[in-house]
């Protein structure tokens, strides 16, 4: 009994070392080094990632007389950003970001940065999971809480400049982030059955086709859902893109993939044809029907 306990207090001592642990460096199977879970402006700066934050914080032209404006209400906030550090957009973002906070004199304590993992089985997520439940599809992410409320966020890229786009959301002013349809439909399947979804999909494909940026943006939205095991979510998502992008073989190729997760082979060899059709020399849809039929033989 005692050495029971004494494993289980072990655990449970190691898991709290874990989570309060910042900047943990890992190395994936190719020896690149990345970032992952709570991390600092000090870890950013270390080798190897300071051969990008550096320059790109200490180079970064911001416009002084914007974050002058925004310096008073932005410290009303407090903000959470998620970012790869495999990620080109997040390698040229996040040091601007610093560099504006920087300037405005932004506490420190009022800051969360979150390093996530790009691997299949941890695709934009980390290993505390901070970002379950906050719909982070895209990185870099920066949201802007107000007495615990998200208020707005920041996704990928600015639509003007990071000041800008900042000064604009603490002003309490109509901000639109990137990728409003895959933010939308995010919404939906929190809010609605996919049942309900599916019966109201005449009207939501084509107001979905009016605001998508490509297939893509779907697309890394339900492998969000994938990664995270939501698979009846995966599957509405991408099923969804083939409506909207019915002559992208992508598409399908994302579609069969989540079949093919969830052991639904007829429909993914159906999906994994469909490529073919649109691409007859796919070397991943060839690969994949070979690979599902010896499975159902």
Request: with cysteine; net charge neutral.
């Amino acid at each position: 009994m005692k050495r029971t306990i004494l494993i289980l207090t072990i655990l449970f001592c190691t898991q709290i070392v874990f989570s309060q642990t910042i900047n943990q460096t890992v190395t994936d199977e190719k020896g690149n080094q990345k970032l992952l879970g709570k991390i600092d402006k000090k870890g950013l700066q270390k080798v190897p990632f300071n051969e990008w934050f550096d320059p790109n914080y200490d180079q970064y032209l911001l416009n002084k007389k914007v974050v002058s404006k925004l310096k008073d209400s932005l410290n009303q906030y407090t903000i959470k950003v998620f970012l790869g550090t495999w990620c080109g957009d997040s390698k040229k973002e996040v040091p601007r970001f610093y560099s504006i906070l920087t300037e405005a004199k932004f506490p420190e304590h009022k800051l969360e940065v979150v390093a996530v993992d790009r691997t299949p089985e941890a695709y934009k997520q980390a290993p505390n999971h901070e970002e379950k439940g906050l719909n982070i599809h895209r990185v870099p992410t920066f949201i802007f809480y107000k007495n615990g409320q998200e208020v707005n966020r920041i996704v990928e890229h600015p639509v003007e400049t990071l000041e800008r786009d900042m000064l604009t959301i603490v002003t309490n002013n109509k901000y639109t982030p990137n990728y409003m349809a895959a933010n939308y439909l995010n919404y939906l399947l929190s809010e609605k059955s996919i049942d309900s979804l599916q019966s109201e999909e005449a009207v939501l494909v084509p107001r979905l086709a009016e605001f998508v940026k490509g297939s893509r943006e779907l697309n890394t939205l339900g492998y969000v859902y994938l990664r995270a095991q939501e698979y009846d979510k995966a599957l509405y998502v991408f099923d969804l893109n083939t409506q909207i992008f019915p002559y992208k073989y992508n598409v399908y190729d994302s579609l069969g993939e989540a079949f093919f997760e969830t052991k639904n082979y007829d429909k993914a060899l159906k999906n994994y044809y469909k490529v073919l059709s649109l691409k007859p020399d796919d070397d991943n849809a060839l690969e994949m029907i070979e690979k599902i039929k010896s499975k159902i033989e």
